[in-house]
Each structure stands twice: as C-alpha cells, then as structure tokens.
C-alpha cells in the first residue's frame, strides 16, 4: 500500500506547452515528516502538441552582390489556417561554404576562400538591406524583400577605424536564415533553415597541384579550372598565376 503526496508545481515551460511538478510516493504508514527518509520522488509532467507551425524558403537559389533577394515566410495552425497577425522575426548570418563544398563537381580544385586572410568568417547581417515585416497577413504570409548589399565585408565593420586597412569582401558562401513566428502569451514556432547561394562574382578561378610543395628547380605544374557562379564549367579562357615565395 502507498502513499502518493504531490508537491506544488516547481515552473512551468514557455508557451504553456507542459506543466511539470514534483511528486513523492511513500509507504502508508509511514508517519515521517519527509518523504526523502523513506520515500521516493519523481516528475510529472504533461505535453501539448505544438499548436503553430512556420517555414521560411528564399525566392531563388542563387543570391547575387547587388542583386535583389526576397524571403517568404509563412506560419499557421496545426489545427489548420493561417496565423494571420502572428509576429514574425528573422535571423540571418553569412556561412563561409567554399565553392567546391557548394558545387561537388569541383571538390578537387581550390577556389578563392570563404574566409578572411585570418582565417574568420564574415560578421555581416545579410538580411541588413531587406525591408522585414513585423506580422504576418491575412494568409499567414509574409515577405522580406530587397537589394543585397554592392559588398559583403568581413569584420564586425570596425576594422577601418581601427587602422587595420580596407575590409575584404566576402567571395563566397551560403546565407542562412532562421525564422521565428509568435502568438503573444500564446504560442510560437521557429521555422527550419533555409539557405541560398551567395557570390560576389561572376566567374570562379580553381587551381590544383599534384604535390603538396613546388621544387624550385622545376617549371610549376598546375591544373586549372574557370567555372560561373551557377557552377558550370567554362570550357574555354585564359587563367594567369603568380607564385610567390612565402
């Protein structure tokens, strides 16, 4: 025979999805103060599916320097509808994905790096320059729509003023936006990752070398590969390498 007692709820998860307490279970005659002398406590909890869902696409695949960019976002009721009014919000940041990591095909070749000449990602807010919209309509829909950016710097912005010289642009990489749609006091979904190919140029340069170090008594032997920022290959140009002693 047992005793069942139940403690006050200890707190309660956002959104009023699960409300969990505290409960101990002792023997019937046990006369103690305390269950932790003779007893044993566990959780109790109680879980409500999620009520709102969200999802979030770019309008293209492919982003462009200067070029325009727009991102849906929609949200609505698992129980159906649209959840028209919901408060809507993005977060955005510049993942350094080299070219052959986008494009597979030219896995084998080194293309211009995603990264500084420290070694560090890009800081900039790539949605920065699209007009958001804080709610969402009458459909449950919303667009952030604009212009990229001519140049997507790296740095936090502040290394010009610092005296450490002109930022570099950003050649390559992946924009990906996470999306959050809320119901006040409610509810409120975030949306899984959407991502969209960003270049700054039109046309890619990749090398390859068969050995790891050049002898410097032999003519250098290197491969090349010219490929549009839609990862095509271009079957024909001219590519001019300069080597330099490190």
Same mark, same amino acid.
């Given at each position: 025979?047992?005793?069942?007692?139940?403690?006050?709820?200890?707190?309660?998860?956002?959104?009023?999805?699960?409300?969990?307490?505290?409960?101990?279970?002792?023997?019937?005659?046990?006369?103690?103060?305390?269950?932790?002398?003779?007893?044993?406590?566990?959780?109790?909890?109680?879980?409500?599916?999620?009520?709102?869902?969200?999802?979030?696409?770019?309008?293209?695949?492919? @982003? &462009?320097?200067?070029?325009?960019?727009? =991102? $849906?976002? *929609? +949200?609505?009721?698992?129980?159906?509808?649209?959840? /028209?009014?919901?408060?809507?919000?993005?977060?955005?940041?510049?993942?350094?994905?080299?070219?052959?990591?986008?494009?597979?095909?030219? @896995? &084998?070749?080194?293309?211009?790096?995603? =990264? $500084?000449? *420290? +070694?560090?990602?890009?800081?900039?807010?790539?949605? /920065?320059?699209?007009?958001?919209?804080?709610?969402?309509?009458?459909?449950?829909?919303?667009?952030?729509?604009?212009?990229?950016?001519?140049?997507?710097?790296?740095?936090?912005?502040?290394?010009?003023? *610092? +005296?450490?010289?002109?930022?570099?642009?950003?050649?390559?990489?992946?924009?990906?936006?996470?999306?959050?749609?809320?119901?006040?006091?409610?509810?409120?979904?975030?949306?899984?990752?959407?991502?969209?190919?960003?270049?700054?140029?039109?046309?890619?340069?990749?090398?390859?070398?068969?050995?790891?170090?050049?002898?410097?008594?032999?003519?250098?032997?290197?491969?090349?590969?010219?490929?549009?920022?839609?990862?095509?290959?271009?079957?024909?140009?001219?590519?001019?390498?300069?080597?330099?002693?490190?």
């Amino acid at each position: 025979v047992a005793r069942i007692s139940q403690a006050p709820p200890s707190f309660a998860i956002r959104s009023r999805t699960m409300a969990l307490h505290q409960a101990a279970i002792t023997r019937a005659d046990d006369t103690s103060s305390s269950y932790r002398q003779s007893g044993a406590c566990f959780d109790v909890a109680r879980f409500d599916s999620q009520a709102v869902w969200a999802s979030s696409a770019f309008d293209r695949k492919l @982003a &462009r320097a200067g070029g325009e960019l727009a =991102l $849906d976002i *929609e +949200g609505g009721f698992y129980s159906g509808g649209g959840a /028209a009014g919901a408060l809507v919000d993005a977060t955005a940041f510049l993942a350094p994905t080299p070219f052959g990591t986008i494009y597979p095909a030219f @896995a &084998r070749f080194t293309f211009a790096s995603p =990264l $500084d000449k *420290e +070694g560090e990602a890009s800081e900039a807010d790539p949605l /920065a320059t699209l007009t958001p919209v804080p709610t969402l309509d009458g459909r449950g829909k919303a667009r952030f729509a604009g212009r990229l950016p001519a140049r997507m710097l790296h740095g936090s912005g502040d290394d010009v003023d *610092e +005296g450490e010289g002109e930022a570099e642009a950003v050649a390559i990489g992946e924009i990906r936006v996470n999306t959050m749609v809320t119901i006040p006091g409610a509810a409120s979904s975030a949306s899984p990752v959407a991502s969209v190919v960003y270049a700054a140029f039109d046309r890619y340069v990749g090398l390859r070398s068969e050995g790891w170090w050049l002898p410097s008594n032999e003519d250098p032997r290197l491969e090349a590969m010219l490929a549009t920022a839609e990862g095509q290959a271009i079957p024909t140009g001219t590519v001019r390498v300069r080597i330099e002693r490190d």
